[in-house]
């Protein structure tokens, strides 16, 4: 492959860096390409997968051209920054290669072409396309914005960028949990960098009392299909030649931000572990129930749904279980909102997407909202505002016929609850020995911020409940 000295074709070729997708992770795997050498590419079009410890996230292209060159193969752990693709905006028109073709991803690149004058199409959170040729006028577009939003400048990727007659600045997750949230990004005042809206602006829209500051979000990431070979097949993850007594996994991705973030909670928050074994049988005879009632026609009913509103009507009986240990300023950080997050173990790994506001939304809402996240976790399109800004969680390790355990806190989160298996077993009932239907629950919590006597009530408060789920209305 041949270097290109001609400036002439400088500006023929672009390169698409590996961008931020997870505000501040400094890495991603390429997960699989969507396309290959000489393949023709839209603005916008998406050409690959990757996986950040987050999520995984697939990258749009923000220019027109044919691919010249994939830069890494799938499987490949690519640093923010570096090329991954090459494109070619004006083919037919010459044989030369890209600068910086022959040369490592990893040595520096080459001086990118002096951006032209004028409006320019920018792909937000990464950066502007330096490109001489014209972006296609999208559909139903604008004719004109606000004179403000053509004063922005900031700093991305390294590039000056200005953005005349453009929608506000904001990265794709950024642009998902406004979204998520209902928030307008034009009504958000920016406070990052350069102009640009960060997550905690469009939390700030959405609950201005500071005491509603969203929490960190679990370091995981949702599950995606196998990565399909690229045009070389990537080295294999795991080897293990025959007759071999052992295996070694890499630990990288999902699993790496896992073990992080796991040994981060376990050494940080002082966790205490409560039991409880509770008769569930009327709990589960209401379930039968609600699965044959109109009002519940559509949403999926199952004993998770009664737990989760259980435990919704605890908290509210017992607020102080729902807040976070503010560590820099030495604070308890009441919240006045639930973001009930939900636990989940995909192929990829654990992830806990969470429920916004579950605590305002009605059984059937409250139904169906856990519905869209299970199937949503199945098919690996969980974002990162989903599972960001939980404020307590529920894991049900009672699916793999587990009794009980003792769950570890997600970090920022006060409490989480395990429930186990529910089985037929033998007990005292109206002074009789009968089969009932019966659960061990069991609530972890950060004793800094939850006493013995608060997580007591919260956990005896569930229980109560599900022993009697008529409660649910005379304690609601």
């Known amino acids: 492959m041949t270097t290109m000295t001609d400036t002439s074709n400088a500006a023929r070729f672009r390169e698409f860096k590996m961008p931020d997708v997870g505000e501040g992770l400094t890495e991603a795997e390429i997960l699989k390409w969507y396309v290959q050498a000489g393949d023709t590419v839209t603005d916008g079009q998406v050409v690959c997968e990757v996986e950040t410890a987050k999520a995984a996230v697939e990258l749009p292209i923000p220019f027109d051209g044919v691919v010249h060159e994939l830069r890494f193969l799938e499987g490949t752990t690519v640093d923010v920054g570096q090329v991954i693709i090459a494109v070619d905006v004006a083919p037919g028109s010459g044989d030369a290669a890209p600068a910086a073709a022959s040369a490592p991803a990893a040595e520096p690149e080459a001086a990118e072409p002096e951006a032209p004058k004028g409006r320019q199409p920018v792909l937000v959170g990464y950066g502007v396309a330096e490109s001489s040729t014209k972006r296609r006028a999208r559909k139903g577009a604008a004719t004109a914005v606000p004179a403000a939003a053509a004063a922005i400048q900031g700093e991305m990727n390294g590039h000056t960028t200005v953005v005349p007659e453009s929608r506000p600045l904001a990265k794709p997750p950024v642009r998902k949990l406004a979204k998520d949230l209902g928030i307008d990004l034009a009504t958000v005042v920016p406070t990052g960098e350069g102009g640009i809206i960060t997550r905690e602006d469009v939390h700030a829209a959405a609950t201005p009392v500071p005491a509603q500051a969203q929490a960190p979000a679990p370091t995981a990431a949702p599950p995606v299909a196998e990565p399909a070979p690229a045009a070389e097949a990537p080295a294999p993850a795991v080897v293990t030649t025959v007759g071999a007594r052992e295996t070694r996994i890499p630990v990288k991705g999902v699993r790496k931000a896992?073990?992080?973030?796991?040994?981060?909670?376990?050494?940080?928050?002082?966790?205490?572990?409560?039991?409880?074994?509770?008769?569930?049988?009327?709990?589960?005879?209401?379930?039968?129930?609600?699965?044959?009632?109109?009002?519940?026609?559509?949403?999926?009913?199952?004993p998770l749904l009664l737990i989760a509103k259980a435990l919704l009507v605890a908290i509210k009986r017992n607020p102080g279980v729902n807040a976070a240990w503010d560590e820099a300023n030495q604070e308890i950080v009441q919240k006045h909102y639930v973001n009930l997050g939900i636990a989940a173990a995909t192929p990829r790994g654990l992830i806990v997407p969470n429920i916004k506001d579950a605590h305002e939304q009605t059984l059937p809402q409250l139904a169906a909202s856990l519905g869209e996240l299970v199937s949503t976790a199945r098919e690996g399109k969980t974002s990162p505002a989903a599972m960001a800004g939980g404020t307590v969680t529920i894991t049900n390790v009672g699916v793999f016929g587990v009794d009980t355990g003792t769950p570890i806190l997600n970090p920022g989160e006060s409490a989480i609850l395990a429930v186990g298996a529910i089985k037929l077993q033998p007990w005292v009932h109206k002074g009789k020995v009968k089969p009932r239907q019966v659960t061990t629950l069991a609530l972890s919590f950060d004793h800094r911020l939850v006493d013995g006597e608060l997580g007591s009530k919260v956990l005896a408060d569930v229980a109560a409940i599900l022993e009697q789920p008529k409660r649910l209305i005379t304690w609601a």
């Open 258 to 302: 896992i073990a992080q973030a796991m040994v981060g909670s376990a050494f940080t928050a002082p966790h205490v572990t409560e039991f409880v074994t509770v008769d569930v049988t009327r709990t589960m005879k209401l379930v039968a129930e609600l699965k044959e009632d109109k009002e519940m026609a559509g949403v999926r009913v199952n």
